[in-house]
């Protein structure tokens, strides 16, 4: 008996692992290069064992001896074959030119348990997703910019005047030291709450207000946090049976409450703000109307998905701009002739406007744009982006390879290897913010710099990001040096738990309160 039952379970065994055998050679059978995977795991040990963060992984990858010369390469995320594509003009096909095939993100959060991670735009599914982003983009227009711009500088003063308070830890050079991540998020915050749901956070006196913990919780990356986002960018039908979250369920109930306090009282008070909360208004008036019509094919604004889209906006928007922002501080600190350069435009700009910060000031600044989009080279916020084959033709990869790519099959763009490749960005880890002056800029190699994504997927929000960093740095700057201390990293490490870009540790960094005089 139990000789037989060894038996069974040694041909078991072996069934299992022929099986396993030719699952893992699906690229070989597709005559297509690959990364050799390793069982169950597929080719996520780098990321797995944590030994290097998400966008060191990923460059691996793209620069494996395998994938040498290939315009795009087989790999396998777990047990799936997925693509890593290396060409630009691949790129171009999966994000733009033939978007309709792949419309959908492969990553995605519990539709039920994570209500406000899954239902909002990045995350969201066609047809749902085109029909909000379509009713999200007149926020983020030239003149929606132009109404917000007086609430992102009160922030910015608001900044400055925090800064000017902060006792100096040395009298005599006249500095004091600080973590310039949570400086910049604090100001983001404060920005994000006032500009989207008209509430002000005063993050500056309370940095453990609601909405800085809250905020902070969804990006704070733990060994637990870490699985969570792993699970969900690369085994996402997977995600509902761990309970794993994108919006913690703390922050859930706080934001939910929130929004909907917010959207309550507005509606009462019938006050108009031109803010995200007034079009989240108009979205439920025009659902409600539908209704009451007897229209029933119009898409439902109603409850969480209302919610969510007011909560990715905080989430996203704080978090990527105030990163953005501590870079910007980190390369600023250490190139003391960039920094200066930047501060002489900042002056010249404030002596043309009267000493006034104003959205055409602002605007004015071409250094400081090639600074923050340099840093975003170096540190774009999203290390890949990833897509789902969603085509129900038979989709080539043709003139590259005649195989045809599988509905539902996972297709990655590795952002930061492209941006850190020397054939398109000689020197890639020197910090050269004239890369991206008029001139130079012409000379890129398109579709190899992506920081806030390429084509109709791309960040809604990048004309507002940039703008809020660029007011958080000359506020900054107006009044104060940026130098680097004693804690400062030599050499930037990013955190191997955290999906998205952020510095190991933090980012210490000492200022020097010294005024521009305008």
Excluded at 187 to 204: E, H, L, P, Q, R
Aim: net charge positive; hydrophobic share 40%; glycine share 6%.
């Amino acid at each position: 008996m139990a000789l037989g039952l060894l038996i069974l379970l040694v041909f078991l065994l072996v069934i299992a692992a022929l099986a396993l055998q030719k699952h893992y050679s699906y690229w070989r059978r597709m005559g297509i290069r690959e990364i050799k995977p390793k069982w169950i795991v597929g080719n996520l040990m780098g990321l797995l064992n944590m030994h290097k963060s998400p966008a060191e992984f990923i460059s691996q990858l793209y620069n494996h001896p395998e994938a040498e010369n290939e315009p795009f390469v087989g790999i396998h995320v777990f047990h799936k074959p997925a693509i890593l594509l290396r060409d630009p003009e691949m790129v171009k096909h999966i994000l733009i030119k033939d978007f309709s095939g792949f419309s959908n993100r492969y990553s995605n959060s519990d539709h039920k348990a994570d209500p406000l991670g899954s239902q909002n735009i990045f995350f969201l599914k066609n047809p749902a997703w085109k029909e909000v982003r379509y009713k999200l983009s007149p926020f983020f227009t030239g003149n929606r910019l132009k109404q917000m711009f007086p609430l992102i500088e009160e922030v910015g003063a608001s900044l400055d005047a925090h800064l000017r308070q902060q006792p100096l830890h040395n009298e005599r050079m006249r500095c004091f030291d600080l973590e310039a991540k949570e400086l910049c998020a604090l100001f983001t915050t404060d920005v994000i709450a006032t500009v989207a749901y008209g509430i002000k956070a005063n993050s500056f006196t309370d940095p453990n207000s609601e909405f800085r913990r809250h905020g902070r919780s969804v990006f704070e990356f733990s060994l637990l946090r870490a699985a969570e986002f792993t699970m969900v960018f690369f085994l996402p039908h997977l995600v509902p049976f761990f309970g794993f979250k994108v919006v913690p369920k703390e922050a859930t109930h706080f934001l939910r409450n929130t929004i909907n306090y917010v959207m309550s009282e507005r509606e009462q008070s019938g006050q108009k703000r031109n803010d995200l909360i007034d079009i989240l208004i108009e979205f439920r008036r025009s659902t409600q109307q539908a209704k009451a019509s007897g229209i029933k094919d119009q898409f439902v604004f109603e409850g969480d998905i209302l919610v969510a889209q007011a909560v990715l906006f905080f989430t996203a928007g704080f978090e990527s701009s105030s990163s953005s922002m501590a870079f910007a501080m980190y390369e600023l600190a250490k190139d003391a002739d960039v920094q200066q350069r930047l501060r002489e435009e900042i002056k010249d700009a404030l002596v043309d406007s009267g000493g006034q910060v104003t959205l055409t000031m602002i605007e004015s600044l071409e250094f400081m744009q090639m600074v923050l989009l340099e840093v975003l080279r170096m540190y774009p916020p999203l290390p890949f982006l990833d897509r789902e084959c969603t085509s129900e033709k038979d989709y080539t990869l043709a003139p590259f390879h005649n195989f045809v790519v599988p509905k539902g099959m996972p297709v990655y763009i590795p952002c930061y290897a492209l941006h850190m490749d020397p054939l398109y960005f000689p020197q890639p880890r020197k910090f050269l913010p004239e890369r991206f002056s008029p001139e130079n800029r012409k000379l890129h190699t398109p579709y190899t710099y992506m920081p806030f994504g390429l084509g109709p997927h791309g960040c809604i929000g990048e004309r507002f990001g940039l703008l809020q960093a660029k007011v958080g740095l000359v506020y900054l700057l107006r009044n104060h040096m940026i130098t680097t201390s004693e804690r400062t990293p030599h050499r930037m490490q990013l955190d191997p738990k955290a999906i998205i870009t952020q510095a190991k540790g933090g980012i210490p960094l000492r200022l020097v309160r010294d005024p521009l005089g305008v």
